[in-house]
């Protein structure tokens, strides 16, 4: 299936601040969608709250507008409900690791088959600015008073902790590069997340401008190879997981690694740990008979739930 960016081109008429660095990354899933030649009409954009969660309103493809720090939850039930369906979190860096944080992490445990992209700006920039939890220790946003007294978490490394099964970060001001890694995790089999360090002009451009990017990012070294081989080699996932972690923990909020950390594709979706158990999704069912009575049988599911005496 072709389609062109111009047929993906909903309501450009947006709220995000000139040089907001959201306007790249739209472009950039528009790209990614067309080079993963997606179906609009078989994919689904999930988002929360902020400056980043308007993009589903941006794009002709079908788009759930959720609550805050809710994005994956309605994702996951979205891509078990109709397994055919090609499902994207488009969210923010406080909506997915702060008030989020749990689920983003219990994400992992399940390996849905769904992709993240996180708009990681540092700040809350909806609501004016305050830190959020990827902003580093001792960094002063526009809008604080006084700099950062938290620490910052590592989104990468505690995906890759958790389970993820492709992990990889890259800039929003670099379309290019940006659309391969995007490209790369629609194509992916499995839970995928693409950290995208953002700018934010209005509340942390010391911090975010392409000219800062550009001058405190770097890829990853040829030599650095995240992609497991054989999925069931078990050493082999382990010692490619260990060296991604090495190179997060090895870098500073001044210098960061772009590209794909960590890439495995396994097989062990939890779409397939249900249909294994014999759990047909919803949308494989009708939902009404002819006496318009539910059709709908939960016996199976709820019976692999339910503690045995």
Same mark, same amino acid.
């Given at each position: 299936?072709?389609?062109?960016?111009?047929?993906?081109?909903? *309501?450009?008429?947006?709220?995000?601040?000139?040089?907001?660095?959201?306007?790249?990354?739209?472009?950039?899933?528009?790209? !990614?969608?067309?080079? &993963?030649?997606?179906?609009?009409?078989?994919?689904?954009?999930?988002?929360?709250?902020?400056?980043?969660?308007?993009?589903?309103?941006?794009?002709?493809?079908?788009?759930?507008?959720?609550?805050?720090?809710?994005?994956?939850?309605? &994702?996951?039930?979205?891509?078990? !409900? #109709?397994?055919?369906? @090609?499902?994207?979190?488009?969210?923010?860096? %406080?909506?997915?690791?702060?008030?989020? &944080?749990?689920?983003?992490?219990?994400?992992?445990? =399940?390996?849905? $088959?769904?992709?993240?992209?996180?708009? $990681?700006?540092?700040?809350?920039?909806?609501?004016?600015?305050?830190? @959020?939890?990827?902003? +580093?220790?001792?960094?002063?946003?526009?809008?604080?008073?006084?700099?950062?007294?938290?620490?910052?978490?590592? +989104?990468?490394?505690?995906?890759?902790?958790?389970?993820?099964?492709?992990?990889?970060?890259?800039?929003?001001? *670099?379309?290019?590069?940006? /659309?391969?890694?995007?490209?790369?995790?629609?194509?992916?089999?499995?839970?995928?997340?693409? $950290?995208?360090?953002?700018?934010?002009?209005?509340?942390? !451009?010391?911090? /975010?401008? &392409? *000219?800062?990017?550009?001058?405190? /990012?770097?890829?990853?070294?040829?030599?650095?190879?995240?992609?497991?081989?054989?999925?069931?080699?078990?050493?082999?996932?382990?010692?490619?997981?260990? #060296?991604?972690?090495?190179?997060?923990?090895?870098?500073?909020?001044?210098?960061?690694?772009? %590209?794909?950390?960590? $890439?495995?594709?396994?097989?062990?979706?939890?779409?397939?740990?249900?249909?294994? =158990?014999?759990?047909?999704?919803?949308?494989?069912?009708?939902?009404?008979?002819?006496?318009?009575?539910? /059709?709908?049988?939960?016996?199976? !599911?709820?019976?692999?739930?339910?503690?045995?005496?």
């Amino acid at each position: 299936m072709a389609i062109s960016i111009k047929e993906l081109t909903s *309501n450009e008429d947006s709220d995000w601040c000139p040089g907001c660095g959201d306007f790249g990354i739209l472009l950039s899933v528009k790209n !990614a969608m067309i080079a &993963a030649q997606l179906d609009p009409h078989k994919t689904v954009i999930v988002s929360g709250i902020g400056c980043s969660s308007k993009l589903p309103h941006f794009i002709n493809a079908n788009g759930v507008h959720t609550l805050h720090g809710r994005a994956i939850p309605f &994702a996951e039930g979205i891509k078990l !409900a #109709n397994p055919e369906l @090609s499902v994207i979190v488009d969210s923010g860096d %406080g909506d997915t690791y702060g008030i989020g &944080a749990g689920h983003f992490v219990s994400a992992g445990r =399940r390996n849905v $088959d769904v992709k993240m992209f996180i708009h $990681d700006n540092g700040v809350y920039s909806l609501t004016k600015g305050q830190a @959020s939890p990827t902003l +580093p220790e001792g960094r002063k946003a526009k809008s604080m008073p006084t700099p950062n007294i938290n620490g910052a978490l590592n +989104p990468l490394a505690i995906a890759l902790m958790a389970g993820y099964t492709f992990v990889a970060r890259t800039e929003s001001y *670099n379309v290019k590069e940006q /659309t391969e890694i995007m490209a790369k995790a629609l194509k992916h089999k499995g839970l995928a997340l693409v $950290d995208i360090l953002q700018g934010c002009p209005t509340y942390n !451009a010391a911090y /975010t401008s &392409a *000219n800062w990017f550009a001058q405190h /990012t770097h890829k990853l070294p040829e030599t650095f190879d995240g992609k497991v081989k054989n999925p069931k080699d078990t050493k082999e996932v382990n010692e490619k997981r260990m #060296n991604a972690l090495g190179v997060l923990l090895g870098e500073t909020p001044d210098s960061m690694a772009t %590209g794909v950390f960590f $890439d495995w594709e396994n097989s062990d979706t939890f779409e397939e740990r249900f249909m294994s =158990r014999g759990i047909k999704p919803p949308s494989s069912q009708s939902i009404a008979g002819k006496d318009n009575a539910s /059709t709908i049988q939960l016996d199976a !599911a709820l019976d692999s739930i339910s503690v045995k005496d």
